[in-house]
């Protein structure tokens, strides 16, 4: 599980990166709702960095490690979805929710079928009332998270389309879709699983570097691979 076309890079050639900014005169600007740095010259960006959930930017432009982070991981798929909370980059809590909302000739939810064709038959209504029951488990669960810790971000891996049984149900969820706190998670996934919450646990503590056509000689001038980073690095 990796964020697609990316590298890992070192903190400390991450620190490279920043001071060959400032002595070129870049644009280095902080994303909150991603977590990144965006690095542009003149206008054209050259490279961006997503950051450590373990790691803050300031507002002097400097990378430090966060003193006390919260948050918490939700990955969804068609009857499956695992939610967990983290601190200081560990796991310490989860629960994974099944349910039955996959039409099985299709093989699409009954939701996302109900979209295309508008009809509700016994077993149709069955599926839809198991999607509604397995949304509100979830965001029973992220109320807690949110109610019992100071969660300095969610993380979402869902589907659009899954949005408005997130969002729009009532009670109306604490954690809102606008939210800054909100970061939708770039790492593909596909079981929504323990598993993946613990690989994200090791993932989301790593610099990981995308890089424009325009920055490729830029930016791979300014250091050698590292080959202990990740053996595909470069």
């Known amino acids: 599980m990796k964020i697609p076309q990316t590298q890992l890079i070192s903190k400390e050639q991450v620190h490279l990166l920043l001071h060959c900014g400032e002595r070129e005169n870049w644009n280095i600007h902080y994303l909150p709702e991603k977590h990144q740095l965006v690095i542009e010259s003149d206008k054209i960006w050259l490279c961006k960095v997503y950051l450590p959930w373990t790691s803050t930017w300031s507002v002097t432009g400097l990378l430090e490690p966060a003193d006390d982070v919260h948050y918490c991981l939700t990955l ?41 064709k508008g009809k509700s038959r016994a077993g149709s209504r069955i599926r839809l009332e198991e999607t509604s029951h397995f949304f509100k488990e979830i965001l029973h669960r992220l109320q807690i998270y949110n109610s019992q810790y100071p969660l300095n971000f969610w993380g979402l891996g869902c589907s659009k389309t899954w949005w408005p049984l997130l969002f729009d149900q009532e009670p109306t969820p604490l954690l809102e879709s606008k939210t800054m706190r909100l970061i939708e998670l770039p790492y593909p996934f596909k079981k929504a699983s323990f598993e993946e919450l613990k690989i994200l646990e090791y993932r989301l503590a790593q610099f990981h570097l995308l890089i424009s056509a325009s920055g490729q000689e830029i930016i791979h001038s300014l250091f050698e691979p590292n080959p202990e980073e990740d053996e595909d690095f470069w």
């Open 76 to 116: 969804i798929r068609a009857g499956q979805a695992a939610a967990g909370y983290f601190h200081q980059g560990k796991l310490l809590d989860h629960k994974v929710f099944r349910s039955y909302m996959v039409r099985q000739k299709q093989g699409k939810s009954q939701f996302k079928y109900l979209k295309t």
